[in-house]
């Protein structure tokens, strides 16, 4: 910005550090909107201020701004997925599935596009109909790398089919780009579904030994806190399960970002699930529910 303070590419770049590092979507809108007064009909510029708006709780000019977006640039299959995860979010499930299948049918590689596809049918109670999307991998995913991928992002190793599961259990850490805290969080997940609690636990417990080997190292973020959290319930530590998904939901809690937020406070439910206390595991999706 200091080298060109009219080019719209430093405001879009300072925008992204704001909202991926720091985690303060109010800035980035703010860059975003910099950028935006030198380049009024950028779409991608138009489609982050609409990711940004979106974290904000800022749901209605987010999606007029996606849609902008998508006006100008209609074969961006970013905007078109921030799209359809807005309407999904938006519970407007007739909407968002085929803003979701265009995105698909531009990169039919993406891993993300087609999760994302599955989770419309599972937020209409659909099972079948997510692990049909979720059959096979898309061009170029092997199937290790695919089940480690449904695994983490957004949970889903409840959704797998007992053949993926059984692959989940066999790949090793590798297939989660070498990270061990989330490779046995979601091998102690399959084997919760399988009813296996004892192997379970042992998982939880190689998660509970990464996830404090990565704050010994400095990172001791919102997301990493409350995962402990999920990898000590698994072990049956209830109270520190509590404590450490308690401080995650305080580090990043739904007023500061409305995504990321309800995300981690999604699992500060599933750590009451896992140590036996639905009624307060109810207490934290109760507001989930309100949203949006």
Do not use: C
């Not at 092997?142 to 066999?170: E, G, H, I, N």
């Not at 998660?207 to 990172?219: I, L």
């Not at 140590?275 to 109760?286: I, S, T």
């Amino acid at each position: 910005i200091a080298l060109d303070p009219r080019h719209p590419d430093g405001y879009r770049a300072l925008g992204g550090y704001y909202r991926l590092v720091l985690l303060t979507p109010d800035s980035a809108v703010e860059h975003y909107l910099k950028g935006l007064a030198l380049a009024p009909t950028d779409p991608d510029l138009l489609g982050l201020l609409g990711v940004a708006e979106k974290a904000l709780g800022r749901w209605e000019q987010a999606l007029e701004h996606l849609r902008r977006g998508q006006g100008l640039d209609p074969r961006a299959a970013g905007i078109s997925y921030a799209l359809g995860n807005t309407l999904l979010w938006l519970r407007r499930y007739d909407e968002a599935l085929p803003q979701l299948e265009h995105a698909v049918a531009l990169e039919p590689s993406s891993l993300q596009w087609l999760e994302e596809k599955a989770m419309v049918f599972l937020a209409r109670g659909d099972l079948a109909g997510a692990r049909a999307v979720l059959d096979r991998p898309p061009p170029g995913v092997d199937r290790p790398s695919f089940v480690a991928y449904l695994a983490t992002y957004w949970d889903l190793y409840w959704v797998l089919t007992p053949d993926q599961r059984a692959l989940l259990k066999r790949v090793r850490p590798s297939a989660f780009d070498g990270d061990a805290s989330y490779w046995a969080l979601a091998l102690a997940g399959a084997h919760e579904v399988d009813g296996d609690l004892r192997r379970a636990a042992a998982y939880g417990d190689s998660a509970r030994a990464a996830f404090e080997q990565r704050r010994t190292a400095g990172t001791d973020d919102a997301l990493s806190k409350v995962l402990l959290g999920v990898a000590l319930a698994y072990m049956g530590r209830k109270d520190e399960a509590i404590r450490a998904g308690q401080r995650g939901v305080a580090m990043l809690p739904l007023s500061r970002d409305a995504v990321a937020g309800a995300y981690v406070q999604h699992q500060l439910a599933r750590i009451y699930i896992l140590v036996g206390e639905p009624d307060k595991a109810l207490d934290q999706l109760e507001p989930l529910l309100r949203l949006p």
